[in-house]
């Protein structure tokens, strides 16, 4: 992701930036110039990390960079790169200048904060728009908030589906293109295309934390998991390997309904970018990861955010395989940002019906991605499965989601007096013909809606009976089974909550004896 700018010499032009080009009426181009597409005007940088500013310019030329009362320098390289960091700072909520000096040329890049930025992965779910959540109609007039700050990009190919890419897409099928935005303050116009769950989510971590928040969402809508993930990893692994083997349209190792769709926009389609996995795609292997986020690597971020599996989930290979790949993916991020410690949340699938939806391996995916904060510390998972549409992928409930993916980074990463999470079993234990399952955040456990304990199964389909006795759910049996169920059904109607009114988790667990 590169912008070239346009500038006049000795000249300083303020960076207003719509995608990859440069508003019109500014005259000649500076073809040794460069910065990549996330620095813009209204930009959020990270508070207390080292403040990383780089680009491309003409080799041996010095490029200055004031901000904030320091200056900094550094020599174009050789290959045309350069790159300065300036010292960490706190949280700041007044707009600052950042000058930048190439030669005798000057920029400069207006009205930024430092905050905390959080990135937002996944597919249409985390990319669903304000506009078209639920509570968007009472939500509108909240908007106006200028320390909240969205990069909020366009990629190639949005919403065409079912149909072959046109040339003007085709073009975009590379890191330059593929990703096209700026940074914007947020008001009732910008927050309107945002990502509904990411908006929720930094409102939330603002009114609570106070410092400006910096929201960079790069979801693609229909993506799998392995698009945002480094071919580099998927092959040095000797489980995965195989996903990056061949011509990906055509790998039986990756999704069926993600390389069917993908054919339908390629088939036909002229000129398309190629290599030896195949024609470019936002669901081709390791793709987003190579066009989006690898290229933030340099950008201190504070955590990430991740509603992605509906793609993943509709066969029983790509289900078994979620949760380690996944936290691959984790570790891979971690290793890029240098970060060991960084946030990583993620929302589990919620409820759907297996009528009209391809669902019937949506439980164990639920449980699979449960798994997960054992193998992801400094992890959190939001249970949403009491906030499913029956008929629709797309729940519209998402300040629910937002708000509960907060909650784990307000207890996590913020160090907050806050329940995380509804009920998480810890163990299922046979003693006397009964029994007992303990749970994490299981303060106040009660029914959601006053009546019986639902979702509790021996087999994953038969209900049996289940009651709360000493912060426990105590249930009668006559032997050991060897697997306690709760929520496995698609859609389901499991209504155990603990004392916050959040949901408890899915899950499959194995029975031990106490006895």
Request: glycine share 8%.
């Amino acid at each position: 992701m590169k912008r070239r700018m346009k500038v006049k010499t000795k000249l300083k032009i303020a960076l207003t930036v719509i995608g990859l080009f440069i508003l019109s009426g500014i005259p000649t181009l500076s073809a040794q110039f460069k910065l990549p597409s996330i620095f813009t005007d209204n930009m959020v940088l990270q508070r207390n990390k080292p403040i990383h500013i780089w680009g491309w310019g003409k080799p041996k030329k010095i490029v200055e960079i004031t901000f904030d009362g320091e200056t900094k320098t550094d020599v174009v390289k050789s290959d045309a790169s350069w790159s300065i960091y300036l010292n960490p700072r706190k949280a700041n909520t007044t707009g600052h200048l950042l000058k930048i000096r190439h030669g005798e040329e000057q920029f400069s890049l207006e009205n930024i904060l430092i905050g905390d930025i959080w990135l937002c992965l996944g597919q249409s779910n985390m990319e669903w728009p304000l506009q078209k959540e639920m509570h968007y109609a009472g939500e509108v007039d909240k908007t106006d908030q200028r320390w909240l700050r969205f990069f909020n990009p366009t990629y190639a190919g949005k919403g065409v589906y079912n149909e072959t890419f046109g040339d003007t897409i085709v073009r975009r099928l590379n890191a330059d293109g593929f990703y096209q935005g700026q940074w914007e303050i947020s008001n009732p116009k910008t927050a309107m295309g945002m990502s509904a769950v990411g908006y929720y989510f930094g409102q939330a971590i603002l009114n609570t934390i106070r410092v400006p928040v910096g929201l960079v969402n790069l979801a693609i809508g229909g993506a799998p998991l392995e698009t945002f993930i480094s071919t580099e990893s998927l092959y040095q692994s000797n489980t995965y390997r195989d996903k990056v083997s061949n011509n990906w349209l055509y790998n039986d190792h990756l999704p069926i309904w993600v390389r069917k769709r993908g054919t339908q926009n390629l088939a036909g389609a002229k000129s398309v970018p190629t290599d030896s996995l195949g024609p470019n795609h936002a669901y081709k292997p390791g793709f987003a990861y190579k066009v989006g986020v690898k290229p933030l690597f340099q950008l201190p971020i504070k955590g990430i955010i991740w509603y992605q599996g509906e793609s993943n989930a509709q066969e029983p290979e790509r289900v078994n395989e979620y949760a380690d790949l996944q936290a691959l993916l984790a570790d891979d991020y971690r290793i890029g940002w240098k970060d060991a410690k960084m946030p990583f949340y993620w929302v589990q699938l919620s409820s759907i019906d297996t009528v009209n939806y391809d669902a019937q391996l949506w439980p164990q995916f639920r449980n699979e991605q449960r798994k997960l904060l054992s193998l992801i510390s400094h992890g959190g998972m939001a249970v949403t499965s009491d906030i499913g549409a029956k008929n629709d992928v797309h729940p519209t409930n998402k300040k629910a989601v937002g708000e509960r993916l907060a909650r784990w980074a307000l207890f996590n990463t913020y160090k907050r007096d806050i329940v995380p999470s509804g009920p998480l079993v810890k163990k299922v234990e046979f003693n006397r013909n009964r029994l007992m399952v303990t749970f994490e955040y299981g303060e106040g456990l009660a029914s959601k809606d006053g009546s019986e304990l639902r979702g509790f199964s021996l087999d994953g389909r038969n209900p049996i009976r289940a009651e709360i006795q000493d912060g426990k759910v105590i249930i009668p049996v006559q032997d050991r089974p060897e697997y306690l169920y709760y929520g496995w059904q698609a859609w389901t109607h499991a209504n155990l909550v603990n004392s916050e009114q959040l949901p408890a988790s899915t899950f499959r667990m194995p029975v031990t004896s106490n006895q």
